[in-house]
Nanobody, 122 residues
Framework: QLQFVESGGGLVQPGGSLRLSCAAS????????IGWFRQAPGKEREGVSC????????YYADSVKGRFTISRDNAKNTVYLRMNSLKPEDTAVYYC???????????????WGQGTQVTVSS
């Protein structure tokens, strides 16, 4: 059974940092592109960042470029999202999912379960 477990969220002040983790079971993450998505209350889910399976290329939404860094540790079957200089507008539930290409978020599959809550507030 494919399963994603997101963790590392929390409450942080504006300008603070968090590192999210995406652990997978039932398959190996390095066979897929892995994306981080987020959904804020009343808004549609959006792709935040993605790391390719082929060469580890990283992609970022304009809203997080320069502040977020995606990475993968194949030995731990885990993908991370380091988030710096957090802003209140980054507040959302964050999810990870897998797909074939970072250019095709629509094809990604994930647990889309609890995710991990990130709240940026003073």
């Amino acid at each position: 059974q494919l399963q994603f477990v997101e963790s590392g969220g929390g409450l942080v002040q504006p300008g603070g940092s968090l590192r999210l983790s995406c652990a997978a079971s039932g398959f190996t993450l390095d066979a897929y592109a892995i994306g981080w998505f987020r959904q804020a209350p009343g808004k549609e889910r959006e792709g935040v960042s993605c790391i390719s399976s082929s060469d580890g290329s990283a992609y970022y939404a304009d809203s997080v470029k320069g502040r977020f860094t995606i990475s993968r540790d194949n030995a731990k079957n885990t993908v991370y999202l380091r988030m710096n200089s957090l802003k209140p507008e980054d507040t959302a539930v964050y999810y990870c999912a897998a797909g074939l290409l970072c250019s095709d978020y629509g094809s990604f599959f994930g647990s889309w379960g609890q995710g991990t809550q990130v709240t940026v507030s003073s």
